[in-house]
């Protein structure tokens, strides 16, 4: 890593720490795998935020409190700094606080995570057990350990009264140590099936959550850049925030799901991992696409007649995704059969530096 993260590269490009003045960070496959972090990821987030970049952690994990995801982070080794914590159930609560009286009552249903952001703007969040005769105006779904049946049936019974519905997140599916697990959004496509209501999600893909987060930061659009491991949260959110976004391989999404990501799911830039972020990167979607010598329109990487991408060596694969895009745009075929891209996904691409 460089000393100067904000000094020009060799090549005279600026590394994205030096191109933006805040951050929405994801964490899980970003900053940490569970309990481990990520190669890397703790020592550039030190390095940028001492450079002067703004940092709040974005997460639609909205089971825990903020203060509990910030002494995650600390355990791991991040240094105490500028940067702060935001939850899908924040982002709930802040939708809420806009519409409803101070003091309402709120059923509150998902980990403590929830009844905390709802208590957090002046809201009296309630369990579902605990509702007695008295009447909510809203319920918020979040995923936690100890949610029930009886719990859905009750957000179903609650909002068919009329009781506004708002959702934090409609991940189908929570990554944990040991494997895949249902998320919250299976938890809602249960309630849907005894409710004609819809809900109002604030998590990511939807704007809410990196609307507030980019409150935290104080920056604007074009000095914000995003940063996650899932084309359909991560990269859609932003997208639709009106963010540029850097998409990580060091979790969910491999290389051929950003070289076949439909257009509103692209990055603008892509990275091995969050040190990307101290590396020269070539900017992927958007306004201002560099086609210079030597980076995106070389021929280190190109699709051939025949639908096959190929990408030299030593190549930036970003690149390849140039490329890939290209091809697909404008209407040519290209392979995503096992071999062809089990292969480029062997190699290990480092941080990417072009």
């Not at 995003?226 to 997208?239: K, N, P, V, Y």
């Not at 900017?283 to 210079?292: K, N, T």
């Not at 070389?298 to 895009?325: C, H, I, K, M, Q």
């Not at 075929?333 to 096992?338: F, K, L, R, T, Y």
């Amino acid at each position: 890593m460089t000393s100067s993260p904000r000094e020009p590269l060799r090549d005279g490009s600026l590394p994205l720490v030096a191109r933006y003045r805040g951050l929405v960070c994801d964490l899980d496959g970003v900053v940490y795998r569970g309990p481990e972090p990520v190669p890397g990821a703790i020592e550039t987030l030190d390095v940028a935020i001492a450079d002067g970049m703004r940092v709040v952690f974005a997460t639609n994990n909205a089971s825990r409190p903020p203060d509990a995801v910030g002494t995650h982070l600390a355990d791991l080794g991040l240094r105490p700094a500028q940067w702060s914590v935001v939850t899908s159930s924040q982002a709930a609560a802040a939708y809420l606080a806009d519409r409803v009286p101070r003091g309402a009552r709120v059923c509150a249903v998902g980990g403590p995570g929830v009844s905390a952001a709802l208590a957090e703007v002046g809201l009296r969040p309630v369990r579902a057990a605990e509702l007695g005769d008295q009447p909510v105006v809203a319920v918020v779904q979040g995923l936690g350990v100890d949610v029930t049946g009886d719990d859905l049936a009750e957000v179903a019974h609650l909002v068919d009264a009329g009781a506004e519905w708002v959702v934090t997140n409609q991940d189908m599916m929570l990554p944990t140590a040991r494997g895949p697990a249902p998320g919250n959004g299976a938890l809602v496509a249960a309630v849907r099936t005894a409710t004609s209501a819809t809900p109002h999600v604030v998590g990511k893909p939807h704007r809410p959550l990196y609307d507030l987060a980019r409150s935290r930061l104080g920056t604007a659009l074009s000095d914000t850049l995003a940063c996650g491991d899932r084309l359909d949260t991560d990269i859609a959110g932003a997208i639709e925030a009106g963010l540029d976004s850097l998409l990580v391989l060091s979790g969910a999404a491999r290389l051929r799901d950003v070289a076949f990501a439909p257009s509103d799911q692209r990055p603008t830039y892509l990275a091995a991992d969050l040190r990307g972020l101290l590396a020269p990167a070539q900017r992927l979607a958007g306004p201002g696409v560099a086609q210079r010598p030597g980076s995106l329109a070389a021929p280190a990487a190109e699709v051939s007649a025949l639908g096959v991408p190929r990408l030299d060596p030593d190549a930036d694969p970003s690149a390849l995704v140039a490329a890939v895009w290209a091809a697909l745009d404008a209407g040519r075929p290209v392979s995503d059969a096992d071999e062809v891209w089990g292969a480029l996904e062997a190699r290990r691409f480092g941080t990417m530096v072009g």
